[in-house]
């Protein structure tokens, strides 16, 4: 059956939906979907690539003496854990990798494709396993071929999966089982990366994707071209939390977590310092700019331009500050603008 039919087919059968974003942190998304027909949830989280700080992967490892198996070049990690050792923001399993599986022992473990970590190969690229998500030293994402004998230079971090999913918004994906997923893919603009897991294997609840289904899923958030990473037990996608990381999908496997071979993370950037967007900043009284004016109604004060404490940005909360000349005292003139809120449009 060709990709075109199955594709069409997911669109006749399939509804999934989106729920509203919710932000994570600053330049961090996080979006959850379900489909109700499958049964099958999913958990999103979109990047904006020029909000990140630092983009992660696992580097390589000192495999134990013990070890006799020259191919091995990590050892396996569970993702909360790689996200506290590196003191991410975000972190999700990446490649398919040999042995598996572990929950226990952190085993010398052989990567599958190519991995990458600050310049550095931890893994070679490899055929069969040539979809790649690649970092430029200079930060910049994107999605290559990278078979046996890619040239690496330029490159800081990258990760290795199969198949393709979508190629420049063509689905491409093949046939497959419904089974837990893991993807990445690119918004045309190469500006935003979408991590997506839709969790399986269980009855009723969540019985996952096919790689049509996945794609679709993809789709409904803007991607342009995306792969898939390992999945089915290691799918996992982790956040810091307090007083442990937390999980955003719920693991295959009870949610007991997987020890996998390598991860991809990331730091982002500082918000940056709210800016003043008061059109009239010099309509204040300056014979006395230390005085705070008062906030009426709201029994707080504030200096300059900024909200009074305990109210949020003025864009959130849908209100307008309008400065009016308070009536003079008896006697005197005023010194200070009273301030007045209304509401937007007021």
Known sequence: ????????????????????????????????????????????????????????????????DTDTQSDHETLAQRTTDFLVEHGLDLAVNANFFSPCCSYLDREPTKVLGLSMDD????????????AAFVVSEDGVPALIEAKAGHDTSGLRVAVAGQPWLIQDGTVVAPDAPREPRTAIGLDAAGHTVTLLIVDGRNVGTSEGATFVELAAWLQGLGVHTAMNLDGGGSSTLAVPGDPRPTILNT??????????????????????DPVDTDPNPADTDPADPEEPPTASG???????????????????????????????????RSRAPAITLRPSGS
Do not use: Y
């Open 1 to 64: 059956m060709s990709a075109a039919l199955l594709w069409s087919l997911a669109v006749a059968w399939a509804a999934p939906t989106w729920g509203d974003p919710e932000p994570l942190g600053h330049g961090l998304t996080l979006v959850r979907g379900a489909d109700p027909d499958v049964p099958a949830l999913a958990v999103a989280v979109q990047i904006d690539a020029s909000a990140v700080a630092q983009w992660k992967g696992t580097p390589s490892r000192e495999v134990p």
């Open 119 to 130: 310049g550095e190969v931890v893994s070679a690229p490899q055929n069969g396993f040539a």
């Open 251 to 272: 693991p295959s496997t009870g949610g007991l977590e997987r020890l996998v071979a390598n991860h991809l993370g990331v730091v982002m950037a500082p918000a940056p």
């Open 298 to 332: 709201c029994g707080c004060t504030h200096r300059g331009p900024t909200a009074p404490h305990g109210l949020a940005p003025l864009a959130l909360v849908g209100v307008v500050w309008r400065r009016r000349r308070a009536a003079p005292p008896a006697g005197g």
